[in-house]
């Protein structure tokens, strides 16, 4: 339910899906979706400035505004300009990349991003890996966050034949997905970063950052990078090792 | 929703109230209900059975089975005995006592004791303080745990128009609670430690567990001590004054 819970858990042997729903994770995805190169995500706002020199676009976010001098923030919509194609992405946001890294220092097995974006082409892979599944919400400042625990639970609904639950906590994501499925918009109308985004006047992300399947991506983290794996799902693990290999030896 | 995020409040300025559904803050609420004079809460078992020899009837469980030559376990039914009037108790619990003890260690402004036994009491004096207020769920080794999230809710949902929420866990817990309202058994059904006892067979201890307002009692942690507030609430602060010193000078 937050990155904060993440050392109670041994993640080494699980797929860690980082989820930040309001707006990284969506934003990822759309990013592939428009067929990003790939994207790097940086903790630090001057480490994620530093890689412009290196001919990435940077895109980077605090408290849900635009950083000074950024190529764009963290609204899907910017994903979405005719520069992204084959671009590399340097990205850094408030809670998303975070979580992000706090899975990659706890030594999880494979860390992707999911977001209703891609949900359906992501429970389908996950359904087909035979490991364990942690589903990590980048919450809003360790503070469990209403939009990102909906989605852990609309995964946990699709995965319940698939999957034995661990504790509660899947029980409790089930419970906010089903009393939120049928309106959303409407029901998250009380949640904290819901508001907070209203008041910045990003009503068409957070419509956006709600519709499903818009693309047919899975961003997985190699080394320091996320690459969609989709165009090689049917070895995505030598895929993996290419990609590896070329950046260590660089 | 678990004690391993209290860390991340300041608690310093907040009404602490601990939750333990099943059973500890129950049993609590009851043997305060059958007038024990006072509770000790420990968090080890042998820190527990030295308050033996100190005239101390002792309480204690471990994974929800009463430790070994312990005068009895965790259940609310042992707490009705003819011997808990006027007595005095030491008791050690798997998750109630640690999260007491976390809030302590925080620097709590006060911590109470809170269960389905004596909501409505508790929510009005709560009502009553004008202080903020930190509903602490102690969870299962750390895991969010349903029935305390539940009971969280209920209090959220009774205080609605006294407080103002902060972040999205009061709206989750309120979600959860509307969900299981009309019926807790049946949706307790799924969780984990619910079927935890069921296997032990304390079924009764379940349902007692989830009944309404059976005792009026506010457990108010003095010093080490835990003491019935209630008798006193015309100037509860000045009973623990004197209950304070009392113990400081002994």
Same mark, same amino acid.
């Given at each position: 339910?937050?990155?904060?819970?993440?050392?109670?858990?041994?993640?080494?042997?699980?797929?860690?899906?980082?989820?930040?729903?309001?707006?990284?994770?969506?934003?990822? $995805?759309? +990013?592939?979706?428009?067929?990003?190169?790939?994207?790097?995500?940086?903790?630090?706002?001057?480490?994620?400035?530093?890689?412009?020199?290196?001919?990435?676009?940077?895109?980077?976010?605090?408290? +849900?505004?635009?950083?000074?001098?950024?190529?764009? +923030?963290?609204?899907?919509?910017?994903?979405?300009?005719?520069?992204?194609?084959?671009?590399?992405?340097?990205?850094?946001? #408030?809670?998303?990349?975070?979580?992000?890294?706090?899975?990659?220092?706890?030594?999880?097995?494979?860390?992707?991003? +999911?977001?209703?974006?891609?949900?359906?082409?992501? $429970?389908?892979?996950?359904?087909?890996?035979?490991?364990?599944? $942690?589903?990590?919400?980048?919450?809003?400042?360790?503070?469990? #966050?209403?939009?990102?625990?909906?989605?852990?639970?609309?995964?946990?609904?699709?995965?319940?034949?698939?999957?034995?639950?661990?504790?509660? #906590?899947?029980?409790?994501?089930?419970?906010?997905?089903?009393?939120?499925?049928?309106?959303?918009?409407?029901?998250?109308?009380?949640?904290?970063?819901?508001?907070?985004?209203?008041?910045?006047?990003?009503?068409?992300?957070?419509?956006?950052?709600?519709?499903?399947? #818009?693309?047919?991506?899975?961003?997985?983290?190699?080394?320091?990078?996320?690459?969609?794996?989709?165009?090689?799902?049917?070895?995505?693990?030598?895929?993996?090792?290419?990609?590896?290999?070329?950046?260590?030896?660089?």
């Amino acid at each position: 339910m937050t990155p904060a819970l993440i050392d109670h858990f041994d993640v080494s042997r699980s797929i860690v899906v980082v989820i930040d729903i309001l707006r990284a994770t969506t934003s990822i $995805c759309v +990013g592939f979706g428009n067929k990003a190169d790939h994207m790097v995500p940086v903790e630090e706002i001057e480490e994620c400035r530093a890689y412009k020199e290196k001919g990435y676009l940077i895109a980077g976010e605090r408290s +849900g505004v635009q950083v000074e001098g950024f190529d764009f +923030g963290n609204s899907p919509y910017s994903y979405m300009k005719p520069e992204i194609e084959g671009a590399k992405i340097a990205i850094t946001t #408030t809670n998303g990349t975070r979580a992000l890294k706090a899975a990659q220092v706890r030594g999880a097995k494979e860390i992707v991003i +999911g977001s209703f974006a891609n949900i359906s082409v992501l $429970c389908d892979w996950l359904a087909a890996q035979n490991e364990h599944v $942690c589903l990590l919400c980048s919450a809003w400042k360790n503070n469990e #966050t209403m939009e990102d625990a909906i989605f852990a639970g609309a995964v946990a609904q699709k995965l319940r034949f698939n999957f034995r639950p661990y504790q509660d #906590t899947n029980l409790i994501a089930r419970t906010l997905y089903k009393a939120a499925n049928t309106r959303k918009r409407y029901y998250l109308r009380n949640s904290s970063h819901f508001n907070r985004l209203m008041h910045l006047n990003l009503q068409e992300d957070v419509k956006y950052s709600l519709r499903r399947d #818009t693309h047919s991506v899975i961003p997985l983290l190699i080394e320091d990078k996320l690459y969609d794996i989709v165009p090689h799902l049917n070895d995505w693990q030598a895929f993996k090792a290419s990609k590896a290999e070329k950046i260590e030896t660089k």
